[in-house]
Nanobody, 120 residues
Framework: QVQLVESGGGLVQPGGSLRLSCAASGRTSGTVAMGWFRQVAGKEREFVARIRWSGGSTEYADSVKGRFTISRDNPRNPKNTVFLQMNSLEPEDTAVYYC??????????WGQGTQVTVSS
């Protein structure tokens, strides 16, 4: 089993910044990637960003390129941890943000989500 705990969400004004964190614990050996998705009520969950554990390459949705940065903690940290630095936030970024982890040979695990609200 793998557990994911997200933190860092909140209310921010347009143009502001937030940093989300996600810590994975449990059987994380064999991690392929960790990433962030977001979901607005009544809409499908959408991809935001992903970082591959081997090599650290990253991918972003077009809507967040140049504004969001995904990174990871020291690989020696027993808890796989990923961050999402969100700058120049817009009202359209308002959503529940979910962290996920892909582990080879098992299923994808999801966190409980953290609310991000961008409003003046």
């Amino acid at each position: 089993q793998v557990q994911l705990v997200e933190s860092g969400g909140g209310l921010v004004q347009p143009g502001g910044s937030l940093r989300l964190s996600c810590a994975a614990s449990g059987r994380t050996s064999g991690t392929v990637a960790m990433g962030w998705f977001r979901q607005v009520a009544g809409k499908e969950r959408e991809f935001v960003a992903r970082i591959r554990w081997s090599g650290g390459s990253t991918e972003y949705a077009d809507s967040v390129k140049g504004r969001f940065t995904i990174s990871r903690d020291n690989p020696r940290n027993p808890k796989n941890t990923v961050f999402l630095q969100m700058n120049s936030l817009e009202p359209e970024d308002t959503a529940v943000y979910y962290c996920n982890i892909i582990i080879v040979g098992t299923r994808t695990y999801w966190g409980q989500g953290t609310q991000v609200t961008v409003s003046s």
